[in-house]
């Protein structure tokens, strides 16, 4: 239960608050997850960080860097956002949400049903963070967004300031699949990659699961065999990704059902990435 509301206006305010409060605190930004029933953010202090200067989308020279707390929506409105992360913000199907819930939230929370992080793992995204340090200095880093999720709990009062897209030439992309666009899904899968002109080949592939309980993870074994080039068709890939995948029997579909479409997805991708790539 949500007992305190702090706004703060600056980004030192924002980590001292969460530094005072400890794991009792959270960030508050879009909430519909902190606002959401049965919600597992359970906060006794939320910080609202709307005001902290969040909400930027700004092309640089590596690519774009899109602030946390931009919504979906507002993204949505950008020219700028690529084509495979504007699929993936379209997951959220009513517009409401949409207009409240923001990147860096949906990234944060890490949830197995996440609109964003398949994709944005596949796309080799980076997180601008900031932290504060023992004497009350700001400390700003760059990390790749699979650390973040890999180490969740290291960056726990790690505020995301923005998310970095400096691949373009990458190929990304997600499919989501649920019964229809308000119900949870079976599965989502993220499927990422470079194409090498000179080898013909793809390489630094990355497969992202996200489906409960396991939550987002990645398939490191297929992958790997991809880019070893043990896997060289769709249909190798296909049984690869369908033997790997871990899910089990719920409401949202069987475990096998499940894991037939996580290959059939990938193998759909590759498909796409080597036709992309012109081979």
Known sequence: MIKAFYKADTVKEILTLIT??????????GGTDINRLHSQSKYE???????????????????????????FERALEDSSIPAYLRKALRYAGSRTLRNMATIGGNVA?????????????????????????EN??????SVPIREYVEHKDMFQHTLIARIC????????ASERFCKSIQAPPSIVVGFGADYSEQKKIL?????????APYGIYRLLKVEEAVNQGAIQTAAE????????????????????????LA????ANFFTECLAASGR
């Open 20 to 29: 005072l409060h400890d794991s009792k605190a959270g960030f508050l930004a």
């Open 45 to 71: 202090t939320v910080i609202d960080i709307n005001t902290a200067c969040l909400q930027e989308i700004k092309k640089t020279d590596l690519g774009l860097e899109i602030g946390a707390c931009v919504t």
């Open 109 to 133: 929370l890490q949830r197995s049903d996440s609109y964003l992080l398949p994709v944005l793992i596949a796309a080799k995204a980076r997180l601008k963070t900031i932290d504060l340090s």
């Open 136 to 141: 009350g200095e700001l400390i700003e880093d």
């Open 165 to 172: 897209l400096d691949k373009p030439e990458r190929f990304a």
């Open 203 to 211: 390489h630094n592939v990355r497969i992202v699961i996200g489906t």
């Open 237 to 260: 890939l296909e049984k690869a990704v369908s033997d790997e995948t871990k899910a089990i029997s719920d409401y949202t579909g069987s475990d096998k059902y499940k894991k037939y």
């Open 263 to 266: 290959g059939t997805a990938s």
